[in-house]
């Protein structure tokens, strides 16, 4: 047995190595938003444009015009999503840029925090390694968008929801009401987590209390129309069901070309069939995401753990999300970071392995900050380079569903487990209550 003083060199030794190595990811932290944050004002293909033009046109449209998006007028996004706008507005018009970054990235600290905790621990600082190089792969769009505001909101909720299921369950309805994607991770919090009644309680409490705000402030009829301005939309050029049209229009086929859609302000593709399938896209959309859901129902019913199931589930409906989608926005790939934050957090527990789709978003982050911003002109010119580099990158998106959706199937496919209290009930000749726990892997 050490003695005790073997003991106090030990820990001290411990307690210095996990300082050393919290004080450098901080200062990776620093680096890696300073970075990003000099490209977003400074590099090419004018990144931030989305923030210093179009969010910076919609806030002083309704402080200098008394027009509010989302309020007098329909908008496509949710009504919260007028709040970091306009608190990146505080100090005025010239600074709105940097304001706005300097939101995301204490944001962004929040997210570091709940990720490693207030005391690092060794396990949790890798995660937070693998975020800040997805971060750096991913480029300026991880900064320079409203979904930099719904990630770290995401990612803080999902390190939360086990030990604190109503405040998860709220920060992921916040972050819906500010983009819709951080839903698909509610709802598989609510299929695969056995707190799921406090999850919903406190999202729809989050959801009622912006309705009526909406209401009060003369906005119901706006509310829902970031549902109906996506419906309507044509096929965006990143999006992966758009593949096929570029590389028509690239061999001047199927009457395909690259234009630019004034109404919403993004490059869509059109040609032979793309408007049908774009009426088509919102409808299978919703038939995948319900398909994704009845096997995480199955794989709950069969008292699969939620520790496997949460975060594969999580990262089916998101990837279901982005790849079954008409709109394919570069910022997308941002939201795969926080299931994948959350299944190799929760590794730990004896959840599902997430080293393959780790290693895969990083790919797909690479790829994506070579399509935007970096050689964006090239593929709207239908270089057949950046073609098969989108390409690439969407094919990417189908293998991470893939992915997700064979591992539910897998966990689908297990014997039913029945929970200790299920197993009394049926020795004494009761029925037995369906299982609310099951075995960790």
Known sequence: MPAPADRLTRARLLITTAAGSAVSLWIAFAVVHLWLGYLNLYGPGLPMGDVTYVYLFWVERG???????????????????LAPMLAAYVFGPDLYGTTWLTIVMMLNAAALISIIGVQERAQRASIAWWWMLFLVFVGPIALGRIDSITVPVALVAVMLIADHPKWGGALLAVGAW?????????LAALVALRARGAVLAS??????LVVATGIALGGASALLTPITEQTGRGLQVESPVSTVWLWAAAAGEWSARVYYDQGILTWQVVGDGSQLLADFMTPVLALVVLVIVSLGIVAARRGVDEVELFPVLGLAIVM?????NKVGSPQFATWIAVPIVLGLAWRVWGGVSFRVPAV???VVAVLTQIVYPVLYGSLLALDPRMLVVLSARNLL??????WAVWQLVRLCSRPRVVSSEAAADAAAGSAPAPAQEG???
Do not use: H, N, Q
């Not at 999202?203 to 009622?208: E, K, N, Y």
């Open 63 to 81: 402080v200098l015009g008394a027009e509010w998006v989302g309020i007098d007028t329909s908008w496509v996004y949710p009504l919260l999503a």
């Open 397 to 402: 998106y189908a293998a991470l569903l893939g």
């Open 360 to 362: 895969l978003a990083l």
């Open 320 to 324: 279901a999300l982005i790849t079954v």
């Open 203 to 208: 999202a729809v409490a989050v959801s009622m």
């Open 439 to 441: 075995a960790s892997s």
């Open 178 to 186: 500010i983009k819709v994607w951080p839903a698909g991770l509610l």
